[in-house]
């Protein structure tokens, strides 16, 4: 597949996206621009859709109204079906979501050898180097079982950046670890982001949002209610539902 528009264009756009769970309207109208290189950060109270969204952007849940747009490509799901898709677009969930019966190099090595058809060494060359980076190497041959909560989470960001998406999303990849393995995982993502890869980002770390972030966007009740760059969201919020929210979180 080639991209049929210019560098110019957003790489992930969004309109108009409705999403229903039953009579619950998870998402109203959601219409966002991403370009490449940027980094979004999803902020809101829980329930808010944060998460929700993320999924429908990967196809792991159905949209009930919109369409979404990745780099040229055209209509996810539609001119572009989303297995093919999910071969452009990285996923890290707050549950890790590794094989325990798979060692950490063959749980990475599984989409690009299974879904992208490339070749073994080619992939394990490049998760050698991915390994070796964020210092977990020596435990390529391991176990999920043996792999502490930090090590799990950052042997899953391996395994998304080993399909060499256009575009990383994260949702809430910190929430399950103890406070002394958060850094380790997050410092892999300042990495990410100092490098230029496109990230939207659902957390609920303040600090880590304001230094990762180059735009923040709050939602509520499944809206998005401003967006702004972080330095502006986080001193002068526009709207007072935003103040309430950094106020609860004391921030």
């Not at 930090?150 to 990849?173: F, H, S």
Request: charged share 20%; net charge negative; with cysteine.
């Amino acid at each position: 597949m080639k991209s049929v528009t210019g560098t110019t264009a957003p790489l992930l756009s969004l309109r108009g996206i409705d999403k229903y769970y039953g009579d619950i309207h998870a998402l109203h109208d959601i219409n966002l621009d991403i370009a490449a290189g940027e980094v979004v950060v999803l902020l809101g109270p829980s329930g808010c859709g944060k998460s929700t969204l993320l999924r429908c952007i990967n196809g792991l849940e159905p949209t009930q109204g919109g369409r979404i747009f990745l780099d040229g490509y055209g209509a996810l799901g539609e001119d572009i079906g989303w297995h093919a898709a999910r071969q452009h677009i990285g996923m890290v969930f707050q549950s890790y979501e590794l094989f325990n019966h798979l060692n950490v190099l063959d749980n990475i090595l599984l989409g690009p050898l299974k879904a992208q058809k490339r070749q073994r060494d080619e992939v394990e060359a490049q998760a050698d180097q991915l390994l070796q980076r964020i210092g977990l190497y020596e435990r390529k041959t391991a176990y999920p079982r043996e792999l502490s909560g930090g090590q799990k989470q950052r042997i899953a960001i391996v395994r998304a950046l080993c399909l060499n998406p256009k575009l990383l999303l994260l949702d809430e990849i910190t929430a399950a670890l103890d406070p002394e393995m958060v850094r380790e995982v997050l410092d892999v993502v300042l990495e990410l982001a100092a490098e230029g890869m496109t990230m939207l980002i659902v957390t609920h770390e303040m600090g880590f949002a304001r230094k990762v972030a180059d735009r923040i966007i709050f939602m509520d009740a499944g809206k998005i209610i401003e967006q702004a760059d972080p330095e502006t969201f986080f001193t002068a919020p526009a709207s007072q539902r935003a103040q309430a929210f950094l106020n609860l979180m004391h921030y």
